[in-house]
């Protein structure tokens, strides 16, 4: 696979059409990404400019994956938690398009997500994937220790109920001070 380039994503026509993409590819590959299908694509541009908008604001990083000029994946740190959990930060939405799945993606998001989770003075990361088809095996490989299952959690995006497993992994150091806005600048250079 030739380079990939992992970096934050802002608000674009073009990265909202291409987020929007992802997303719709991945809930109709049955994708359990809080969607159901058939996902439409002005519903998928609507989450992500939401998303996007929280990114700007400093709640959240959407970072994507370019192979030359193409999206090809996406993970999202959020950061926006009570004020008694600072040293912790939530991965969600890590999809990849299908054509470029079992290429090292997924894994080249995790671990610049983590980087940069690290970097904001984050010590904790939490996530969860579905039972069903999940990547729960990728978080595994990465360090990610499996917390327990919650079962009947939410639908398949094709129907039927899927129980979720919850993620979890140590990072930095605890003495570490939230950098929010100096770790992405540092990030993106």
């Known amino acids: 696979m030739s380079s990939i380039e992992i970096r934050p994503l802002v608000r674009s026509f073009e990265t909202l059409r291409a987020l929007a993409e992802i997303l719709v590819e991945t809930v109709a590959a049955g994708g359990s990404v809080s969607f159901?299908?058939?996902?439409?694509?002005?519903?998928a541009i609507a989450f992500w400019d939401d998303s996007l908008a929280a990114a700007a604001r400093g709640e959240r990083v959407v970072l994507g994956a370019f192979e030359g000029d193409d999206?090809?994946?996406?993970?999202?740190l959020l950061l926006s938690l009570p004020p008694n959990q600072p040293h912790r930060a939530e991965i969600a939405k890590l999809m990849?398009?299908?054509s470029h799945r079992g290429r090292g993606v997924a894994t080249r998001l995790m671990l610049a997500v983590e980087e940069?989770?690290?970097r904001c003075g984050r010590t904790l990361l939490v996530l969860d994937t579905a039972e069903d088809g999940g990547a729960a095996a990728l978080y595994a490989k990465l360090g990610f220790i499996l917390a327990g299952e919650i079962p009947d959690y939410a639908l398949k995006p094709h129907g039927?109920?899927?129980g979720t497993l919850l993620f979890w992994k140590r990072i930095g150091s605890a003495g570490q001070?939230?950098?929010?806005a100096n770790a992405l600048k540092d990030f993106a250079q």
Not at 71 to 76: E, K, P, R, W, Y
């Open 71 to 76: 999206l090809i994946g996406t993970v999202t």
């Open 160 to 162: 039927g109920l899927t």
């Open 177 to 180: 001070t939230p950098i929010i």
């Open 96 to 98: 990849t398009r299908t």
């Open 36 to 43: 159901m299908h058939p996902l439409p694509l002005d519903a």
């Open 116 to 118: 940069l989770a690290v």
